[in-house]
Structures are given as C-alpha cells and as structure tokens.
C-alpha cells in the first residue's frame, strides 16, 4: 500500500546538515505543514537550480530517516562523487530542494504480536531509525530486534543513537555487528560477520519469551541491492517464507 497522497511536491529549504560517520551526512529540511508520512516510507528529492549537474541528474530517492512526530524532516546519504552529492555538501543552507512524496510500504505491519525483525545493511538503516524511533515515541507494544551490519563502528551512523534507545526500551534490541573485523582499530565487543540464520536465532531467543510475543516474527530487510538479496536468501534458508519478508533495494548502490 503506497501513500502518495503529498506527492505533487514541496519546495523545501535545505536547513542543516552534518557528518555522523565515514563518508556518511545527516541532513535536513523544515517540515511542510501538512506534510504526513508513515515511519519507512522515502521521498523523492530534487535540486532545484543546483550549482552543477551531471548525467545522473538532479534527483535521488531517499528514505525519510526521522519519525513522522519530529519538526524536520531528516535524511542520510553516503557521500559519494556524484554532482547530487557534491551539491549536497557545498551548496549554502537554505538551497531549495523539491521533495515529492511520501512512496513506499516498508512500514510497521499492525498485528502487535508479531514481533519485527529488521535487518540494515550500512546505510539501510535510514527507514528502520524512522520506525524505531516512531515505536518509542509512541510505546507501541512490538517486539524489534534491529541487526545492522557495518564493515567497521566508524562506518555505521546512528550506532551510538540506537545502542541508547535499547538501554531505555525494553521493546528494542538492537544487535550491530562488524564484518571488516581484520580493520577494527577500536576495541569492539558486539557482533562480527554477516548476518546468519545463528546470529539470528541466538538473539531471536531474548524475546522467545512466551506471554503475547509468541507469533512468528516479520522481517524487513533494506539496504543496497546486493545486500537485499542475500538477506533474503539467508532467511529463505533458515526456512522464512517470503510472505514474511518485506525489503527496500536501494537501488543506485
Ligand atoms: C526506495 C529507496 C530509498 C533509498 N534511500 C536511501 C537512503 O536513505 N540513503 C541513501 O544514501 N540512498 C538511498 N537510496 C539510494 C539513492 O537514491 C541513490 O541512488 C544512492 O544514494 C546513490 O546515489 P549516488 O549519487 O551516490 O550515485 P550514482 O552513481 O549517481 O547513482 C545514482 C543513479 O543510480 C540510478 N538509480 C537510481 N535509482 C535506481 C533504482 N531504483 N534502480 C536502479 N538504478 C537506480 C540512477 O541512474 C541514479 O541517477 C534509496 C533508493 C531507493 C530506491
């Protein structure tokens, strides 16, 4: 079910914008009134008079990283050398972007008993931030077991963020996990390695616990294509049928 119901467009002001990890910005724009979207859904955002251009144009799809109660609405990229990205990062505050939408259904399904389980790979995070940050914000009584897999702590945005949601929500575990072990430059206690259906299983058994939180879990899986698709062939392995799978591609990684 995709809502477009905003979708002819704004005209925003780019209003801030900082580096939180490796080659990664947060940024943001005010939020226009009436502008109403569901946790996990992107908006499409285009320059509108940029200082360069290139081939690949002046638009780029991105998934709303803030939560539908928050006064800006806020985005993450990885900073790569694209025009769209150099604008990004050299245009003054208060550039105009256009910004159609909200697109897209990766969102939190309703039946409370189902427990979530979300996996980001890298900047696959943005539409899971959105959503647990919504769940806290409003104490909505599902279970979410967030696995995010970085090559190293330095790459991964929000880490510090989400490890504090987990240590005030006892209905969000959060599990980050480093792949490019051999480069840890820092000391890192948490997971290591690709998701796997034991990673899965040895974390899925904190909130096995019986009561209302029985149910089979729905999982959601977002990140660049490559990494999408192996998720879902590692669960469709573990023996999870697709009809308990919902993904994001972000396509152009
Ligand atoms: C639903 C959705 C949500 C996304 N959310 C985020 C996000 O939160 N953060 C983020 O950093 N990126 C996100 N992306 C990817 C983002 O739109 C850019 O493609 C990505 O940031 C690469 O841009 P670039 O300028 O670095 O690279 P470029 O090399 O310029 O790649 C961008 C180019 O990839 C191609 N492309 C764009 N979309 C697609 C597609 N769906 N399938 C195939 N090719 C495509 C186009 O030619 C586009 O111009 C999302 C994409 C989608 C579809």
Redesign the pocket.
Known sequence: MSTAANSSGNVLKLNSRRVVAERTMVFGFDKPAGFVFKAGQ?AEISWIDPIET?A??D???????SAPHEEHLV??????D????RVLQKTPLGTLAKLEGP??D?TLHNNVSRPAILLAGG??I??FRSIVRHAVHEKLPHKLLLFYANRLPEDAPFLDELSAIERENANFIFVPTMTAVSRLQRAWTGETGHFSPEMLTRHLTKIATGGAHTATPIYYV?GP?AMVKGGRAMLNDAGIDDDDIRT??????
């Open positions: 992107y290139d690949e144009g638009a780029r799809a991105f998934s709303i990283a985005f993450t990229t990885r900073l790569r694209t025009a769209f990205k697109f897209g990766l900047i696959g943005t539409p977002a294509p994001e591609e972000f396509g152009g990684y």
